[in-house]
């Protein structure tokens, strides 16, 4: 099966999420809109994904994969579909559940490190609610996400089956998401996660177990990953980090 | 089996997408926070839930579903699980991916009707972010809401069974939370929603067809269905309507 990822083509975003699982599996898949336009991918391959008017099951935004005539959206829901395939998921229904939960939650925490630049509208610019985002981006920093952290740490912490992984004893997508998660934060705010790393050991050693599997380490000094920069979820912007 | 639901007794909030379910289904079930403190329940079980130093899985925030030693949270996560047990999901995969993949972003909109009222902080009061909520609701009201209806509208038109159901051909949990959006909105936005609801015919039908299902109807009238409040997910602020 090849699968098709169809994400914006200049930011890592949410469609990275997919594309570590997709890579960690060794899986055959296109991200599409980085193809090239005269071969029919690209931009316009998206859009025309987007805009198909005859899809009974249409999306609503990127990240959207299609597994031969499935057409599916919604990141988590993509993972949820991609564990089992890829052997990233446990094989019991309650583990499974237990995945998508904590990918919810992930999701959650992405959105809330998304809207620290962007607190009043996605549609504005940044500068348009700059010092908006500098509040966001204090109460996020003190408050939020040190939450999420501390609840992620005791989910390593109280896996009975040890603390190296998320759920149960093997990778899973979530893993290959938690790393994508704290790469995000150290990007973004690299002063707020120098105070804050070293009260998340369990966390920090997830990040650096997964950044050095031997397929996510060759992913990532590759041409496929894409640099974090300032139009994806997570922005380095002096002014929002700790001083 | 008896469910017991978790979630914060004095307001409809996310609860109220489980709830539904539940109800619609005539499902065998307990929403223990609403019970007496003295009897085990209320706020103190919810509170010890939360905190149960013991749990392999914990969850991150309410609503929360205990079946049987299950312990599941993240609300689309919930009905992914009670759906099929409750004859509110499709029976094959593809039918309960589309039906999640919905599920999924009603939730999405769901946070961004929330954050009209709460743009800067979840921890903040109202009153403390009012002036950011007033930029942020306008451009929910004139770009998000008619972008999310648009497309649940043309879910409803392109479905292949008829426009009467969101998924396929019967009732899924799916009409169920879309009503609940639906009646957020017109409680929270009702001069926007005065001008908005003629464009979503389908939407409206779908709305007015919930609301009159027997077992809904009796819900609604009921004890078991809390107010709509200033302290939910949907708020009435006159000031944050369109004009």
Redesign the interface.
């Known amino acids: 099966m090849r699968y098709e990822l169809y994400y914006w083509p200049s930011i890592q975003g949410r469609g990275e999420f997919v594309r570590l699982a997709l890579e960690e599996a060794g899986a055959d898949y296109v991200d599409v809109a980085r193809g090239a336009a005269r071969s029919g991918r690209g931009v316009p391959a998206l859009l025309q994904l987007l805009q198909e008017a005859d899809?009974?099951?249409?999306?609503?935004a990127p990240p959207i994969l299609k597994a031969g005539k499935?057409v599916?959206?919604?990141t988590?829901?993509i993972l949820?579909?991609l564990g089992p395939r890829l052997r990233l998921a446990p094989k019991d229904e309650?583990g499974r559940?237990?995945a998508?939960?904590l990918q919810?939650?992930i999701a959650?925490f992405v959105?809330e490190a998304h809207?620290t630049h962007h607190?009043?509208?996605s549609?504005?610019y940044y500068k348009e609610q700059k010092r908006?985002a500098r509040?966001?981006a204090r109460?996020?920093l003190e408050?939020?996400a040190p939450k999420?952290l501390n609840?992620f740490e005791?989910?390593l912490a109280?896996?009975?089956r040890g603390e190296r992984f998320m759920v149960g004893g093997a990778l899973t997508y979530v893993d290959l998401s938690m790393f994508q998660m704290i790469a995000g934060l150290l990007y973004a705010f690299p002063r707020a996660m120098a105070r804050l790393s070293p009260g998340y050991p369990r966390l920090m050693a997830l990040y650096r177990s997964i950044a050095s599997r031997p397929r996510i380490a060759a992913y990532l000094k590759s041409k496929r990953r894409l640099p974090f920069n300032r139009q994806g979820l997570f922005r380095r912007y002096s002014e929002l980090d700790l001083k």
């Open positions: 899809l009974d099951r249409p999306p609503f499935q599916i959206a919604q988590a829901n949820l579909f309650a559940l237990w998508h939960q919810l939650t959650d959105k809207d607190p009043i509208a549609g504005l908006e509040r966001t109460h996020f408050q939020r999420y609840y005791s989910v109280r896996n009975p």
